[in-house]
C-alpha cells in the first residue's frame, strides 16, 4: 500500500544527515519531499497531496503547505540536494561489478503539448514528441547513472555524458546495442582503463572499418563479438535484454513510470519525475506488498 512506499521514504530520509531546519521556512526540507513524493506515489499532481482529505487521517495532524510554497521550495538548492541524496541512497550501486547495461527509454507526450524544451525524435520505432530517459544499470536493477534529455538527442551523446560521470563501480563490461556502436563511446570507456564497451556492429558484421582510425577499444569489440571465440560476447548481449525487463519493473504497476501525465512538462518537472519513480521502484523491489493509484 501507499503508506508503506512512503514510510520507505521517510525511513531513508532519516538515514541522510541534515542541516538544520532554516527559521525563514516554516516546513522543513523534509516535509517539502513527504508531501511530493505522496503525490508521485499515486500519480497526482502537487496540488492534490496539499489537500488534507487526500491524507489519511493519521497523517494530516500537521498543516500541509500550499501549491505555490512546493512549487517554490521544490527549486531550492537544499531540497534539490536532499531528492539527490535520496536517490543516490535508494538506487545506486552499493559495489563493484563486471556486467553493465546501457540503453535509453522515451517518454513521449502528447503531439499538442506546448512544452518548448521537448524534442521530436525516434522512439520505439516509431516517432514521437518527449523526453528519453538515458541509463547505466546493472543486472539487480541498481542505476549507475541516468539522465533525461528531450527525444531528439542523440543517444551516443548521452551515452558519453553517462560514461564520463559514471561512479568508479562500473567496470567491466558495459554492453549495449548497435546504436552505441561508436569511435567516441569506444575512447571514452578506453580513458576510464577498466571499462570496456560491447556492441554489435552498426552495419552489421563482416563488413571493413573504413579508412578512418580505429580506437581500440572497437577494435576489441569487433574482436569479441566477430572472432573465432565469440560465445561470451553472444552471452553478454544475450543478458543485455535484462535493461528491457528492468524498464518494464519501472512501468508496470500502479505508481510506475508508464507514462508522463499532463503535469509534468518541463525539463525540471520530468526529472524529478522520473527521478521519484527509480526510487519508488527500487523500493518496492525490496517489499512485497501492492499499490494502487488512488481514485
Known amino acids: 500500500m501507499e503508506y508503506r512506499l512512503l514510510k520507505a521514504i521517510l525511513a531513508v530520509m532519516a538515514t541522510i544527515s541534515q542541516p538544520p531546519k532554516p527559521t525563514a521556512f516554516e516546513y522543513s526540507d523534509a516535509d517539502v519531499v513527504r508531501v511530493y513524493y505522496w503525490s508521485v506515489i499515486h500519480d497526482r499532481p502537487i496540488s492534490w497531496a496539499c489537500r488534507r482529505e487526500h491524507w489519511p487521517a493519521h497523517l494530516h495532524t500537521r498543516p500541509l503547505p500550499s501549491p505555490p510554497t512546493m512549487s517554490r521550495r521544490l527549486r531550492s538548492p537544499s531540497v534539490v540536494a536532499l531528492l539527490d541524496a535520496l536517490e543516490r541512497t535508494v538506487t545506486a550501486p552499493r559495489e563493484a561489478g563486471l556486467f553493465w547495461m546501457i540503453d535509453g ?40 547513472g541516468w539522465r533525461v534529455a528531450p527525444m531528439n538527442k542523440d543517444e551516443r551523446v548521452m551515452a558519453g555524458r553517462l560514461i564520463r560521470s559514471a561512479p568508479p563501480q562500473v567496470v567491466g563490461y558495459l554492453v549495449g546495442d548497435a546504436n552505441f556502436d561508436s569511435n567516441k563511446l ?18 552489421g558484421p563482416g563488413n571493413r572499418t573504413g579508412h578512418r582510425k580505429q580506437t581500440a577499444g572497437r577494435l576489441r569489440s569487433i ?6 571465440s565469440h560465445e561470451f560476447a553472444d552471452r553478454l548481449l544475450a543478458d543485455r535484454s535484462e535493461i528491457e525487463r528492468r524498464f518494464g519493473h519501472l512501468t508496470n504497476w500502479g505508481g510506475g513510470l508508464s507514462s508522463l501525465p499532463a503535469w ?6 520530468v526529472r524529478r519525475w522520473v527521478q521519484a519513480k527509480l526510487v519508488l521502484t527500487q523500493l518496492k523491489r525490496g517489499d512485497k506488498f501492492r499499490t494502487y493509484v488512488a481514485a
Do not use: F, N, W
Open 264 to 269: 509534468v512538462r518541463t525539463h525540471r518537472r
Open 186 to 203: 569506444h575512447e571514452a570507456c578506453d580513458r576510464r582503463g577498466d571499462l570496456q564497451l560491447v556492441t554489435p556492429r552498426r552495419y
Open 105 to 144: 527509454k522515451p517518454l513521449a507526450i502528447g503531439g499538442c503539448s506546448k512544452d518548448r524544451q521537448a524534442g521530436y525524435g525516434k522512439a520505439a520505432g516509431a516517432k514521437a514528441k518527449g523526453y528519453k530517459l538515458h541509463t547505466i544499470m546493472a543486472s539487480d536493477g541498481a542505476v549507475a
Open 223 to 228: 574482436a569479441l563479438t566477430e572472432g573465432p
